[in-house]
């Protein structure tokens, strides 16, 4: 009975007589075989990240200044606090425009603002030797433009006694400790980073009336 199976092997599908070995297949190793080569292969170099390399950190963004400043000297403070009582003028100049708005949101912000630069001023006060005095204690009843009329005239008082103190010190030939001078140094920053937050701030309120009077104009 014939089951469609035939009774001899077909010369050509003998693998006796296969006259060329067989190219080993990458594809057909056992998969541990493949999973140990590959546990072996050498890990490729780390990519370099920017922490790593020369650039600015997303920290440093936050913080607004760089990781490095230079060392600080009786020259570059005075400077600083020059620079400080520039945007402290302009500040002074948005406050009294005419007509002048604030929404609640800015009123906070304003508020939150020169309050913190006026404490670092008048820390970097304190480290240069100047008598500062009370702290400014606006009252909640005063006009918000008032209450922040005062912290920007306290700052300014205690930034022009800074600028005395540093021509005072360096004309009798003294110097300050490093110490405070680098603490000056970053307390004048992170003022100057408040007020030019305040002013650009500000600066927005004027434009929008300055917008306002031109459309009913």
Known sequence: MNDGIPDKIPEHLDASKTTQPIAEDASQKPPGE???????????PPVATQAQGVGTTPYELTQGQPSQMPPPTMASLATQANSSGDT??????????????????????????LSEANTHIRTAATK???DV?????????????????????????QLAAIQD????I???GGNL????MLLIQVKLNKAQQA???????????????????????
Not at 133 to 156: C, E, F, H, M, W
Not at 165 to 168: L, Q
Not at 177 to 180: H, K, L, R, T
């Open 88 to 113: 402290l003028n302009t500040i002074n100049d948005q406050l009294s425009t005419k007509n002048l708005k604030l929404k609640q949101s800015q009123k906070y912000l304003l508020r939150n603002k």
């Open 128 to 130: 240069a030797g100047v």
């Open 195 to 217: 007020l030019e937050y305040s002013s650009v701030l500000l600066g927005k309120a004027v434009d929008d009336i300055k917008m306002l009077f031109n459309v009913q104009i």
């Open 165 to 168: 103190k540093i021509k005072d």
């Open 34 to 44: 493949a999973f140990a080569d590959y546990m072996n292969r050498p890990s490729p």
């Open 133 to 157: 005095g009370a702290a400014p204690a606006p009252s909640t009843k005063q006009n918000p433009i008032r209450r922040y009329l005062t912290y920007v005239s306290d700052s300014q008082s």
């Open 177 to 180: 400790s490093p110490g405070d």
């Open 170 to 172: 360096s004309a009798t």
